[in-house]
């Protein structure tokens, strides 16, 4: 069953946002930098969907089916 698990592909947002933690930067400050990234770039004409895609953030529509079989897999393993 090992075999079966992939890696999450490398997000540099998220990397950069545990980066900062690390650094001693709070939650706020770092989502008011991540909120002033979009709003810059949603100014000059990115749609929110390009943004999404260049953070490398997933469409959240699926994120609840994504968490259910991550868990009833993960659960499946333990047994």
């Known amino acids: 069953m090992a075999d ?27 989502n008011q930098f ?6 810059a770039a949603a100014q000059v004409g990115y749609t929110p969907e390009e943004i999404q ?6 469409a959240p529509a699926g994120l609840n089916d994504r968490l259910r079989n991550s868990i009833q897999r993960n659960l499946a393993v333990s047994k």
């Open 34 to 39: 991540v909120a002033g990234r979009q709003d």
């Open 4 to 30: 079966d698990y992939v890696l999450p592909v490398q997000n540099d947002l998220h990397d950069g946002m545990a980066a900062a933690r690390i650094a001693g930067y709070s939650w706020p400050e770092i």
């Open 53 to 58: 895609q260049h953070f490398g953030l997933a």
